[in-house]
């Protein structure tokens, strides 16, 4: 049974891996992960409803599913899709979610909350008053030109809820005008109003009917074709009520929903409906993707799946027909990649194998190490084909931004990682493998709470085969900076609180630091140097010593000041180790640091937040770095054995079998 441990635990995840393939829940027949396969263009590129509802609800509410509310019997929680969905069609139900995030006491205040109500807000619950002192407080910030750095902790949660609260009424109109049933109710009494049915009087669906019959009566009064005061005067009427509707929803809308009629002139000629709504004013011709939208509209409003999923799947046929199978393609892809969530599962596997290679190291049990292993190698093949799988979404190379750049170099980390332990065989492999990996992650969900990770890329960083290299061989660099320091972590906190750390693997892990520095040196000075062969191309000039230059030159600094160190005897093992924990602070600082300076031509990717947690890192290194320093003979693994400051003692020392070096 021992021996089969591994298989059958590597097995029960890999189990939990094929559940993600099931296709999503249905609640009440309505096959939403159809709808949030259809594509929009949104941030520059394609990319499916899906995305839009995951990203937005991100960034709102910091999680991808919403609570049910208190009066909500089926008390089931909801999708990111199936919210979109509820914002856009039945906004009275979606401002009872308590989505909206108030993080200081301050903004309670401000807000004239109620003791305890510190959390989640739902739209309802905030007046008209609080919200214009919202929006008033907000503008006051943003007025004074404060530095985001700069921000207190007050501030930012009122920028954030100020956008949050934005972003909401965007998206109550982007799939539709907003409350349909009062604006028909307030156009002049006149025979068109007869031709919506009492059915269609609060949907969309009878707003477009009367308005596609609104203007080719108007383009023919606007043309002379047609005679009657009357019915000039009424059709002109209309006309004019309806472009005051349309034309803020233009600039309003969100996602730009509506595809382009003619692909093969342009792909990427989509627009939002408010926009796609006035030109129809001066075409005359409503764009038919408008006619599926507001049966999506009415159908899931009222609660009737099978016109629901008729009106979907006839649109996916339109879309098809027109040619634009590829970007449908793309969100059916895309949207299936979001729903396996690899790096998640690879997340949650990374923590299992660390917990499993601490347990070896308690008691050396072999069951432990296979089994941690196997894990680790599950989890590094999920994380490889999530990376395989954006890089082919984006049809980019793996590292565009901050986010990307996480997910690459707990990668390259993970894999060195396993080389090392398939060499060594002692678990430090598979402990820094994981953690690195975890911690990466973890990282990379933070970052996307920022909005779309598979955002179309920054002129500045416009692709090339020199952007591509340089991106991921100085990723590599990191990866092996990091991999060096946290082995480093191991050495220093094994010696010196547990009696886990033997000459032998002392030595090891000596031998595997100072073999990953030279790596790291190697690949973070090609990096460099490709990096400025990109910059003279892009930016006419190889070097320019902007923030993000300085601290790449410094990381290949830091690495071959080791390796000098190290060759000139004015270093063994442990100052090997302490000097790689040095190589980890240059690196956060290079990777993270350099960006929230908010100056040169790679300020790109800043967050404020992640400040907080790179000093708390920074902290943490030099914390263990003063550990490291601390005299042999404190380490709990040398107990009772006489030591000097520098060397690990062999093993005849240890068994008094010779007299030690340093007596």
């Not at 004074?144 to 009424?169: F, M, N, P, Q, W």
């Not at 596609?212 to 059709?235: C, F, I, W, Y």
């Not at 599926?292 to 009737?304: P, T």
């Not at 410094?554 to 040095?582: C, F, K, S, T």
């Amino acid at each position: 049974m021992t021996k089969r441990l591994p298989w059958i635990v590597t097995g029960v995840f890999v189990l939990w891996l094929i559940s993600a393939f099931k296709p999503a829940p249905e609640p009440n027949g309505f096959k939403l992960s159809a709808f949030g396969e259809l594509p929009v263009l949104l941030n520059g590129r394609v990319q499916p409803f899906d995305s839009v509802a995951r990203n937005t609800l991100l960034s709102i509410h910091g999680t991808q599913t919403v609570r049910p509310a208190k009066d909500d019997v089926s008390k089931r929680v909801l999708s990111a899709t199936e919210w979109l969905l509820e914002v856009m069609t039945k906004p009275d139900e979606a401002n009872k979610r308590k989505i909206f995030r108030v993080e200081t006491l301050e903004l309670r205040n401000l807000l004239g909350a109620r003791e305890g109500r510190l959390g989640q807000l739902a739209f309802n619950e905030f007046t008209h008053k609080q919200l214009d002192d919202l929006e008033k407080e907000a503008r006051q910030i943003v007025d004074s030109k404060k530095e985001s750095e700069l921000r207190t902790g007050y501030e930012k949660d009122v920028l954030h809820l100020a956008e949050s609260i934005h972003l909401y009424h965007r998206l109550r109109n982007s799939f539709r005008p907003e409350d349909s049933k009062r604006f028909l109710l307030q156009l002049p009494d006149h025979a068109l109003k007869s031709t919506v049915n009492p059915g269609e009087s609060e949907d969309f669906l009878g707003e477009l009917k009367l308005y596609k019959q609104t203007v080719p009566l108007a383009m023919a009064v606007l043309h002379q074709g047609e005679s009657g005061e009357d019915l000039k005067r009424n059709d002109m009427q209309l006309l004019a009520a309806f472009f005051r509707r349309y034309e803020p929803l233009s600039r309003f809308a969100y996602p730009l929903i509506v595809p382009p009629l003619h692909p093969e002139k342009s792909r990427d000629d989509w627009s939002n409906i408010g926009t796609s709504l006035t030109e129809s004013m001066r075409s005359g011709e409503v764009h038919p993707a408008l006619d599926y939208f507001a049966m999506m509209d009415a159908s899931f409003r009222k609660g009737r799946s099978e016109d629901f999923n008729r009106s979907v799947a006839e649109y996916r046929q339109w879309l098809e027909a027109k040619n634009l199978g590829p970007e449908l393609s793309k969100g059916r892809w895309e949207e299936f990649f979001n729903h396996i969530e690899p790096f998640y599962k690879s997340m949650n596997i990374y923590v299992v194998a660390l917990l499993l290679g601490c347990a070896f190291w308690l008691n050396f049990a072999q069951t432990f190490r296979q089994t941690a292993f196997y894990l680790v190698v599950l989890a590094f093949a999920i994380h490889t084909a999530g990376l395989l799988a954006r890089m082919i979404l984006e049809d980019r190379p793996p590292v565009t931004n901050l986010y990307s750049s996480a997910v690459f170099v707990g990668w390259g980390a993970v894999l060195l990682g396993l080389i090392l332990e398939r060499i060594y065989r002692d678990g430090v492999g598979i402990v820094t493998a994981s953690t690195i990996g975890f911690v990466t992650l973890i990282i990379a969900h933070h970052l996307a709470a920022g909005g779309d990770t598979m955002e179309m890329m920054r002129a500045v960083l416009d692709t090339n085969l020199w952007l591509a290299t340089h991106v991921v061989i100085i990723s590599i660099g990191y990866a092996a900076t990091f991999l060096a320091g946290f082995l480093a972590i191991v050495y220093i906190l094994r010696g010196v609180f547990s009696r886990s750390l033997s000459p032998e693997t002392g030595k090891a892990l000596g031998r595997m630091v100072y073999g990953i520095v030279c790596f790291a040196t190697l690949f973070s000075f090609v990096g460099t140097v490709l990096g400025g062969i990109w910059a003279d191309q892009s930016w006419g000039r190889f070097w320019g010593w902007d923030p993000k230059e300085n601290g790449a030159l410094l990381i290949v600094l830091m690495n071959a000041a080791i390796l000098h160190a190290r060759w000139g005897g004015m270093i063994r093992d442990r100052g090997l180790m302490v000097m790689a924990l040095g190589g980890n602070i240059v690196t956060a600082w290079s990777w993270f640091g350099v960006n929230m300076l908010g100056v040169g031509l790679h300020a790109y990717g800043f967050m404020d937040k992640a400040f907080v947690w790179l000093l708390t890192f920074v902290i943490s290194q030099i914390v263990i770095m003063g550990i490291g320093v601390i005299p042999f003979r404190h380490w709990r693994s040398l107990k009772g054995v006489g030591v000097s400051a520098d060397t690990l003692p062999s093993v005849s020392e240890r068994k008094g079998l010779v007299q030690p070096r340093h007596a």
